[in-house]
């Protein structure tokens, strides 16, 4: 079996999985089985009590869920990992695990619709308090932090406005505090970004996206650095509260591994050709794209990033209803949330992935109703950008009009 030393290029292939103790199956075994059989009372009396390795229901771990998480474990540099049903289950998850009532969760101010909406869940519900910081400096951090602070939770690149975080700097101030770094990687994958080595403790991702790559799976993963932290999750906040994800989803999920990398390249190749178009456009108020050199935050993106991604958002001149008919005119650019697929997707932040957000929260954000996000996928860059163009002709009227 193929460990850590070898490029990620090969590990995506090849790492967690031995062919010569699965029937020499060269694609990894799909076990759709929900329990598992013991031999004798006496064996299934030492796996419950993990004296023997093995498996005994499918909510605890399947053999095949179990494949992807050896894998991922190795792509993002930790040492465990534990895979869930959605994005949002591996980060409730985590959450859960890391706070009690009465502790408080230090988070980036920008941060996926539905993560901003548990943070004020467990505050309602449980009392766990949060505070939202751009985390831009070590005295900003070090401002933010409280005596009760348990967990700092970090998006960068931050959904949708690009935002960079500067990781090592997080990760300092937290070192100094003890206290643990959770980093939502989704929109760069393993392959452009291990949060891990730099020193953060938990990385989560949305498998929905990258890994699935292929739109056709909702699941989430959680990668630790610490194998007993890693194991009360599975022994708690997994196995109770039962976010687990199905043996078919693993197994699409290994299989879009495979080509992550070359995925990952050409949305970054087809994103930077996308970004210079749109920059140019006098219908284009602002791009939001780490690879946007002038950007203040290039240098952030060069230091922790083997790229700058596939996602871009960009405000057009107007407001909603200028968005709106922009979406509307597309032809081959699908309007739905979700990104990472092969399709390139739109989405408008306000009213989509960020509608749950209050307004004065969002525009804290840096929602506003102009703005725009693309998911650059993998079609040919010149007929995307043809489809944008035409486009912005179709609503260019209304526009220097109104
Ligand atoms: C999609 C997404 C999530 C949630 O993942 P699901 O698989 O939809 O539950 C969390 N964080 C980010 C950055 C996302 O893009």
Redesign the pocket.
Known sequence: MLTREKHIDTLLIHSGYDSRQNQDSLSPPLYHSSTFTFESAEQGEKRFSGEEDGSIYSRLGNPTVHILEERMAILEKGTSALAFG??????SAVLFHLTNTGDHILSSRG??G??FALLEMLEEKYHIEHTFSSLHSADEIEGAIKENTTCIYV?TPI?PTMDMIDLELVVSVAKRHGIPVVV?N??SSPYLQNPLEIGADYV??????YISGHGDV???ILIGTNKEEMETIRATTRKDIGGIMSPFDAWLLLRGLKTLHVRMERHVENAIKIAAYLKQHPLVEKIYYPGDEESSQYPIMQKQMKAPGGILSFTIRGGKNEAQAFMNQLKLIKIA????DAETLIQHPATM?HAVVPLDARLNMGITENMLRLSVGLENPDDLIDDLEQAFSSIKKEIVTG
Request: contains cysteine; aromatic residues 6%; charged residues 10%.
């Open positions: 959605s994005g949002m289950a591996a980060v941060i996926y539905c993560t998006e959904n939502d989704t929109f989560v991702h949305s498998a929905t996206k909702i699941g989430g949330v979700s990104l990472g992935t």
